[in-house]
């Protein structure tokens, strides 16, 4: 069964300080991993990543893939209030006609002014 | 605008009813999907479809129904055999092959 574990499920920091959120995964004929951010109604699409060692960047927003040991990290630089959400990794498998995303149960990070 | 487009927003129901959620999208995706999420949980996959007048049960499907006879359209009927239906539901899609899934805004149904 494909399993995707996220670390820490809750975190507090205050503003300004740096974060890094941890997603670990174990699925069958990974195709994919996708971080989406999640602010009390439908996740918005963060990054999707398909190749290890390739780091995506978004601004703050930082992310990087390792396939061998199978895992994400994401990294948020300068937090502002406004990053306070829900984190969602999921991960995607490809083949065997199967179709959907796996998710995690996210982290919940709060940014304190 | 391009998007994807839930309705209701909320929904209430009495226990022993049928509800169906609303899901269309006007991306031109061939794919899509329901997912379901718990308070501090991730979201569970319901059902899939690939293409029009196919759908493929997910991790959860028991006690849910849907179809797919338009491309736009993906509805969910959650049926009175769905023991604990009370949860956010989202509707996600995307182009067939590979790339990301976008989510509508989700219904919130409370089963009272």
């Known amino acids: 069964e494909d399993k995707v574990v996220q670390s820490p499920l809750s975190l507090v920091v205050h503003e300004g300080d740096t974060v890094t959120l941890n997603c670990s995964y174990e699925v069958t004929n990974f195709r994919s991993l996708l971080w989406y951010k999640q602010e009390k109604k439908a996740p918005t699409f963060l990054f999707m990543l398909?190749?290890?060692?390739i780091e995506k960047k978004s601004g703050r927003l930082s992310s990087i893939l390792d396939k061998k040991e199978l895992f994400s990290i994401l990294n948020i630089t300068a937090t502002q209030t406004g990053d306070s959400a829900v984190y969602l990794c999921a991960v995607e498998r490809s083949g065997g006609g199967a179709d959907g995303l796996t998710f995690g149960k996210g982290t919940h990070l709060i940014i304190q002014p | 605008d391009g998007g994807i487009t839930q309705s209701p927003k909320y929904l209430f129901r009495k226990e022993g009813q049928n509800v169906t959620l609303s899901c269309e999208q006007n991306?031109?995706?061939?794919?899509m999907y329901w997912y379901r999420q718990d308070p501090g949980q991730g979201l569970r996959l319901i059902y899939y479809s690939q293409i029009v007048n196919d759908f493929q049960k997910g991790d959860i499907a028991e006690g849910y129904s849907v179809s797919r006879e338009k491309k736009e359209s993906f509805p969910l009927t959650v049926t009175s055999a769905q023991k604990n239906p009370t949860a956010f539901y989202l509707c996600a899609s995307r182009r067939t092959g590979f790339g990301t899934q976008y989510f509508g805004p989700g219904t919130r149904l409370t089963v009272l």
């Open positions: 398909t190749s290890s060692g």
């Open positions: 991306l031109n995706h061939d794919a």
